[in-house]
């Protein structure tokens, strides 16, 4: 059995299978009868809940406030801003009848015709328009500004090609929107929130990034600039991570939301949104694991610590128990969450299996030995590294090796990540060396019909303008023309 938990799908083999097993036997995520939607099991749900988390103070300490707004959108809000419906029509669930009634016949059910909806409803797929609606009836002075506010919600957006978590039709997400009385303070705003995202996903999801700006094809439908944090999954290929966007006074005109400033004239607001997703669950997956399992950082996983004993009798588990508690309560005194797993339905291998596959930092295990000499095995997921260590000082030891694990996986991470950045500055070397994955830091001429060509040749896109990077002269290797940027290349999921 322990044996068939790890039967994964090796890497090098087929590294989108082995992430669609990893996902399952994991026990993260299964698939739902509805066609690409995916039900959360609780261990995965339980990271979510914990990035959840720590994102929301992070917000919080910015200013925002969570609020709720409806799930179901007018069809008509939609239409008042024409860059916004056209970027998200063809992924829309419209709700047209709000009845049900039986057959004639009597054994089955039916949609009832006379209980059609006067105006048809959008699910969301995103909730600038019913938000703005909102906002004109919030806003009337400069004193009104700024709003900051944030949801946690699920959305929908009718996805042909799914994978779980990083490609769903619907999805979990937090979605901020904000309103200001500045253009400068809006891309502030904007600018600070990317920063929160790029200093979550290196601090608690050990995943370096990449920050930078989408091209005009790129961008988020009805902004005027898109900022995005750009992640490297372990096949080189590119993952969209969290995404903030400055609006400017599109939406405030859509829907008509002014204020008075302090000159008594009434103006357009300034707007962004901004949001990440369940899709960072698999960013956190494909960034880490490995050929046996998940490898999660210690911050995030739901299970710090797993404590295994091993014993012949009760009597050696009594003891062995005793000896332990005091242990298992100081770790929750710290915060550092333990499972002390006793149980005698299954074998200890099976145990060591499971907990490696479900990416638990650190493993103690002790036996009847280990009691009589006063030590304890330890080991760490990340490494695979185990030790026979004096009991003496554990709590500490493990305290150590948690931040070692949290430190360790990132910057593996971004070591991987930066010996997979590549300069080139010749098209046909980009499209044969393009296929084995990496982000290609090229020259752009900054039109679309050049970033078409790139896509269409090579299914690579422009995953960004990046920040910190030195804007050199040059040509672009596509057209030969002057560059105006230097942008990071690669597919991406």
Partial sequence: MAKELKDLTKRADNYSQWYNDLVMKADLAETSPVRGCMIIKPYGYAIWEKMQAALDGMFKATGVQNAYFPLLIPKSFFAKEAEHVAGFAKESAVVTHYRLKGTEDGKGIEVDPEAKLEEELIIRPTSETMIWNTYKNWIQSYRDLPILCNQWCNVMRWEMRTRPFLRTSEFLWQEGHTAHATEQEAQEEARKMLKVYADFAEKWMGVPVVQGVKSETERFAGALDTYTIEAMMQDGKALQSGTSHFLGQNFAKSFDVTFLNKDNKPEYVWATSWGVSTRLMGALIMVHSDDNGLVLPPKLAPIQVVIIPISRNNEQLEAISAKLKPVIDKFASLGISVKYDDSDNKRPGFKFAD?????????????????????????????????????????????????????????????????????????????????????????????????????????????????????????????GKPAKHRVIIARAY
């Fill in 355 to 479: 907990y490696e596959l479900k990416g638990v930092p650190v493993r103690l295990v002790m036996g009847a030995r280990d009691l009589e000499n006063g030590t304890i095995e330890i080991m760490r997921r990340d490494t695979l590294e185990k030790e026979n260590v004096s009991f003496d000082g554990i709590v500490e030891r493990v305290q150590t090796m948690l931040d070692d694990i949290q430190n360790g996986i990132f910057e593996k991470a971004r070591k991987y990540r930066d010996e997979h950045i590549y300069e080139c500055e010749d098209y046909d070397e980009f499209k044969e060396r393009i296929k084995d994955g990496g982000f290609f830091l090229c020259h752009w001429d900054g039109t679309a019909e050049t970033e078409a060509k790139i896509k269409e040749d090579t299914q690579a896109t422009i995953r960004c303008v990046p920040f910190g990077i030195d804007q050199t002269e040059g040509v672009d290797m596509v057209s």
